[in-house]
């Protein structure tokens, strides 16, 4: 019924940015907060930065000064734009986010609100010269 699809990771080189984008689709009703997670080679995911539905934003300390994360409301959409990357953000990059949708119910012509939260597939991004 949702789905969450990342896209634009990649290779880059120290130094050099990238941006990586989150559309969320199905019978979405409203879209809360929406994140980006990441987890390096060998390590636990771990939050990379989340934004709210009014726009407020927080960071990892990590991050702060070179990430950005912004979103399209009336796309559903996320981003991360990724400036001064460096070889330790190298990671796969998912995308979640909480939200309410529509689902039927089963046996009735039907449909109830449910909220949940949901995971991308992941997309690697690699910081290497």
């Known amino acids: 019924q949702v789905q969450l699809v990342e896209s634009g990771g990649g290779l880059v080189q120290p130094g050099g940015s990238l941006r990586v984008s989150c559309a969320a689709s199905g019978s979405i009703f409203r879209v809360n907060t929406m994140g980006w997670y990441r987890q390096p080679p060998g390590k636990q995911r771990e939050l990379v930065a989340n934004?709210?539905?009014?726009?407020?934003?927080d960071y990892a300390d990590s991050v702060k000064g070179r990430f950005t994360i912004s979103r399209d409301n009336a796309e559903n959409t996320v981003y991360l734009q990724m400036n001064s990357l460096k070889p330790e953000d190298t990671a796969v990059y998912y995308c979640?986010?909480?939200?309410?949708?529509?689902?039927?119910?089963?046996?009735?012509?039907?449909?109830?609100?449910?909220?949940?939260?949901?995971w991308g597939q992941g997309t690697q991004v690699t910081v290497s010269s």
């Open positions: 934004i709210t539905n009014s726009g407020s934003a």
């Open positions: 979640n986010a909480d939200l309410s949708f529509w689902q039927r119910v089963q046996g009735q012509d039907m449909m109830a609100l449910k909220d949940g939260n949901y």
